[in-house]
Structures are given as structure tokens and as C-alpha cells.
């Protein structure tokens, strides 16, 4: 089977971090692009981060929006199929529903572009 598992969601204060995982099954995560998004109460879903998604595909290639461009930072272990989401100086604004996804390299962070999803992760910031 094809999947993405995440994990590492859970309650943190203003300020504080948390580190995501996205675990791959049944495909090699480094031939595609993988996003995270996320999607919060009365909100449109949104692309928070994504890795090998820029033109060209080069590998390793990050893109982070301006909402969480500096404090949120994508990376990715071959070894263990695995992405990770590193989140540091969170606001409670950042609190949503985190899904990865795999689609093609090379391609906009957007959500049509994605074909693999995993089940999400709830992260929730608050006092």
C-alpha cells in the first residue's frame, strides 16, 4: 500500500515547538515533491512547506510561504523515508489540522497537485 503516516501533533504554548513526522510506505518519498498543509476550523486548506516542489526539482529544494517562512523548516531522511516538519516559535494562529501529501516534483504548493495524503495530525497552540 501506498501511505503517509504523520505524527508528532499534540498541545504546545505560544512560543513553543513541535517536530512532525511523515513516514512513507510502499513508494520512495525522494522521488517526489512532499508537502505539508494544514487546515483549520472555517479556514481554506493551506500549504505550509514543501521539498523538492520548486522549478526544476533540484534536489532538496524548499519553499515556505511568508506565514511561516523563518520558523517552520521541511527536511527529509532517505534512510528512513521519512519527512519531517520542524515548528519553532509557534502562534496559536498555527493551530489546524497538519497533513502531508506526495505528488510530482517540481510543482506549486497546492493541493491539486498532490495524489498521496496522509490522515493528519492535530497541532493546537494555546495557553
Known amino acids: 500500500q501506498l501511505q503517509l503516516v504523520e505524527s508528532g501533533g499534540g498541545l504546545v504554548q505560544p512560543g513553543g515547538s513541535l517536530r512532525l513526522s511523515c513516514a512513507a510506505s510502499?513508494?520512495?518519498?525522494?522521488?517526489?515533491?512532499i508537502g505539508w498543509f494544514r487546515q483549520a476550523p472555517g479556514k481554506e486548506r493551506e500549504g505550509v512547506s514543501c521539498?523538492?516542489?520548486?522549478?526544476?526539482?533540484?534536489?532538496?529544494?524548499?519553499y515556505y510561504p511568508i506565514s511561516v517562512k523563518g520558523r517552520f523548516t521541511i527536511s527529509r531522511d532517505n534512510a528512513k523515508n521519512t519527512v519531517y516538519l520542524q515548528m519553532n516559535s509557534l502562534k496559536p494562529e498555527d493551530t489546524a489540522v497538519y497533513t502531508c501529501?506526495?505528488?510530482?516534483?517540481?510543482?506549486?504548493?497546492?493541493?491539486?497537485?498532490?495524489?498521496?495524503w496522509g490522515q493528519g495530525t492535530q497541532v493546537t497552540v494555546s495557553s
Open positions: 501529501a506526495a505528488g510530482p516534483r517540481g510543482l506549486l504548493l497546492h493541493p491539486l497537485n498532490y495524489n498521496y
Open positions: 521539498i523538492c516542489c520548486t522549478d526544476g526539482s533540484p534536489d532538496g529544494s524548499t
Open positions: 510502499g513508494f520512495t518519498l525522494d522521488h517526489y515533491a
